[in-house]
């Protein structure tokens, strides 16, 4: 029995990217949290802050710990699956992702540690200062990552000639067309991440009665930034929509389940696409809905699947429903949002037993629609690796065998597993512990707190008081 070797290496990258991606998806927008309430704590003095972002840096050790172990390995498929591709765009990729552990990745590493091990050490200024630059860290990375993945997709700046790219402008190449939407898109994803999860948490706390003071404070933090982020989402969503458009009209295409060019198109509501006959089964469309979010005009036209050869098309269904999937997420974010606006101006936000329950489930939504968002993307992508010069197949190291391709997917899914198993335990340790209470803050702050170097007129008291008291 022969395996495909491209088909695996596609599942594998695939499996691998999306364990990955639902790390750093929740440590960019915990670490804007965290050093909110770093901020919070060093302003005000309320032992309630520094309680909670001990907490939150608990789990956020954990996180940003296992999204390390899983992104490690992204790097090393590039050259093992995909040698041809790694070759051709190493004069872009090469310093986009060095720059990346330069600047992003050694500032995380160096004030994690003061983040984690400092407090009580350094003077609280220094503490905050360091939750303030694993933020920054964490979005200068999110930045790399994504224009060099954005370049993928809208490639510029770049010639090619006998298969290799020749940067021409790196301005242009780092700040490709797609860079901005995907950018934006992907960072107030982080943050409705992070929201999500934080009032999930909170409202678990709340509704078995335990901190509820202090989780009733970041659940109200959380459910403002998601009043504000949720609409500001939808419309970035959007505008990322129409720059996709722009540069991938196929992708839409398969977004929208149009198989034909249209005037007047509809908006797809559901339907079963048949990418074998060219159509769609059982659809429920609203007309002319589609031209008019597309080209701001109801008449306007809007190109089909069948402008490209088969062979060209994506795979329709999953781009199709991953779409709905994460719309469908958004709508019922705005839901929560709007829904806890209306509990606040009674004062039930955190003393309504069915919102509180519904936001303990909403905590996993946002990595769903996060992983929904990359199947549409890269999935819309296909066949091309390098979006309209290099494909799949093209890119594929030539020497790979299928038995090598699922030998090396077996191998990850095992290990990964693991990961993600001795991750999750610790993190309900950490819930189970919750959050420390006053007393233990102080006693963890005095025994950390360094002695003031005895003076020579101190050592000669302490002698004393020994001598005196051995006669």
């Given at each position: 029995?022969?395996?495909?070797?491209?088909?695996l290496s596609r599942i594998q990258f695939a499996f691998v990217v999306s364990f990955h991606a639902i790390f750093p998806v929740f440590t960019i927008g915990l670490a804007a949290f965290i050093a909110l309430l770093e901020g919070l704590s060093f302003k005000t003095g309320d032992p309630k802050w520094g309680r909670l972002s001990r907490f939150w840096v608990q789990v956020f050790a954990v996180v940003f710990g296992m999204g390390v172990v899983s992104g490690i390995v992204m790097a090393f498929q590039f050259g093992t699956n995909w040698s041809i591709f790694s070759y051709s765009a190493a004069n872009f990729l090469g310093p986009v992702l060095s720059y990346e552990v330069v600047t992003a990745f050694f500032l995380e590493a160096a004030f994690l540690g003061v983040l984690l091990f400092g407090?009580?050490?350094?003077?609280?200024?220094?503490?905050?200062?360091?939750?303030?630059?694993?933020?920054?860290?964490?979005?200068?990375?999110?930045?790399?990552?994504?224009?060099?993945?954005?370049?993928?997709?809208?490639?510029?700046?770049?010639?090619?000639?006998?298969?290799?790219?020749?940067?021409?402008?790196?301005?242009?190449?780092?700040?490709?067309?797609?860079?901005?939407?995907?950018?934006?898109?992907?960072?107030?994803?982080?943050?409705?991440?992070?929201?999500?999860?934080?009032?999930?948490?909170?409202?678990?706390?709340?509704?078995?009665?335990?901190?509820?003071?202090?989780?009733?404070?970041?659940?109200?933090?959380?459910?403002?930034?998601?009043?504000?982020?949720?609409?500001?989402?939808?419309?970035?969503?959007?505008?990322?929509?129409?720059?996709?458009?722009?540069?991938?009209?196929?992708?839409?295409?398969?977004?929208?389940?149009?198989?034909?060019?249209?005037?007047?198109?509809?908006?797809?509501?559901?339907?079963?696409?048949?990418?074998?006959?060219?159509?769609?089964?059982?659809?429920?469309?609203?007309?002319?809905?589609?031209?008019?979010?597309?080209?701001?005009?109801?008449?306007?036209?809007?190109?089909?699947?069948?402008?490209?050869?088969?062979?060209?098309?994506?795979?329709?269904?999953?781009?199709?429903?991953?779409?709905?999937?994460?719309?469908?997420?958004?709508?019922?974010?705005?839901?929560?949002?709007?829904?806890?606006?209306?509990?606040?101006?009674?004062?039930?936000?955190?003393?309504?037993?069915?919102?509180?329950?519904?936001?303990?489930?909403?905590?996993?939504?946002?990595?769903?629609?996060?992983?929904?968002?990359?199947?549409?993307?890269?999935?819309?992508?296909?066949?091309?690796?390098?979006?309209?010069?290099?494909?799949?197949?093209?890119?594929?190291?030539?020497?790979?065998?299928?038995?090598?391709?699922?030998?090396?997917?077996?191998?990850?899914?095992?290990?990964?597993?693991?990961?993600?198993?001795?991750?999750?335990?610790?993190?309900?340790?950490?819930?189970?512990?919750?959050?420390?209470?006053?007393?233990?803050?102080?006693?963890?702050?005095?025994?950390?707190?360094?002695?003031?170097?005895?003076?020579?007129?101190?050592?000669?008291?302490?002698?004393?008081?020994?001598?005196?008291?051995?006669?």
């Amino acid at each position: 029995m022969e395996f495909d070797p491209l088909l695996l290496s596609r599942i594998q990258f695939a499996f691998v990217v999306s364990f990955h991606a639902i790390f750093p998806v929740f440590t960019i927008g915990l670490a804007a949290f965290i050093a909110l309430l770093e901020g919070l704590s060093f302003k005000t003095g309320d032992p309630k802050w520094g309680r909670l972002s001990r907490f939150w840096v608990q789990v956020f050790a954990v996180v940003f710990g296992m999204g390390v172990v899983s992104g490690i390995v992204m790097a090393f498929q590039f050259g093992t699956n995909w040698s041809i591709f790694s070759y051709s765009a190493a004069n872009f990729l090469g310093p986009v992702l060095s720059y990346e552990v330069v600047t992003a990745f050694f500032l995380e590493a160096a004030f994690l540690g003061v983040l984690l091990f400092g407090r009580g050490k350094v003077p609280q200024g220094v503490h905050f200062f360091s939750a303030v630059m694993v933020a920054v860290g964490t979005m200068i990375s999110s930045f790399w990552i994504l224009s060099a993945n954005s370049w993928m997709h809208t490639p510029a700046g770049v010639e090619f000639r006998d298969g290799l790219v020749f940067v021409t402008s790196w301005s242009e190449a780092i700040f490709n067309p797609s860079l901005w939407p995907r950018f934006f898109h992907m960072g107030i994803a982080s943050f409705l991440t992070g929201a999500f999860v934080v009032c999930g948490v909170s409202a678990w706390f709340i509704l078995r009665n335990r901190d509820r003071d202090v989780h009733r404070k970041a659940l109200s933090m959380s459910l403002w930034l998601i009043l504000f982020a949720v609409p500001a989402q939808i419309y970035v969503g959007h505008s990322h929509g129409l720059n996709t458009f722009e540069h991938q009209p196929m992708k839409v295409a398969a977004m929208e389940g149009a198989w034909e060019t249209k005037t007047n198109a509809p908006l797809v509501l559901f339907a079963i696409p048949d990418q074998a006959n060219q159509r769609n089964r059982f659809e429920v469309a609203v007309p002319g809905l589609a031209s008019w979010l597309l080209t701001k005009d109801v008449d306007g036209e809007v190109p089909g699947l069948n402008e490209v050869p088969r062979e060209l098309q994506p795979p329709v269904a999953i781009v199709f429903f991953a779409f709905r999937i994460m719309v469908g997420i958004g709508l019922l974010m705005l839901f929560f949002a709007v829904t806890g606006l209306v509990l606040r101006r009674k004062q039930a936000y955190a003393s309504t037993p069915w919102f509180l329950v519904g936001l303990k489930w909403m905590a996993i939504t946002p990595f769903i629609a996060v992983l929904a968002g990359w199947f549409v993307t890269e999935v819309g992508r296909a066949p091309w690796l390098i979006y309209g010069v290099m494909t799949h197949s093209e890119g594929l190291t030539p020497s790979l065998t299928g038995g090598m391709a699922l030998f090396t997917l077996v191998g990850y899914i095992v290990v990964y597993a693991f990961v993600f198993s001795a991750g999750v335990y610790y993190l309900l340790r950490v819930m189970q512990k919750g959050v420390p209470s006053e007393a233990e803050v102080a006693k963890e702050s005095s025994h950390q707190r360094p002695k003031r170097p005895l003076s020579a007129a101190d050592a000669d008291w302490e002698e004393e008081q020994t001598d005196g008291g051995k006669a």
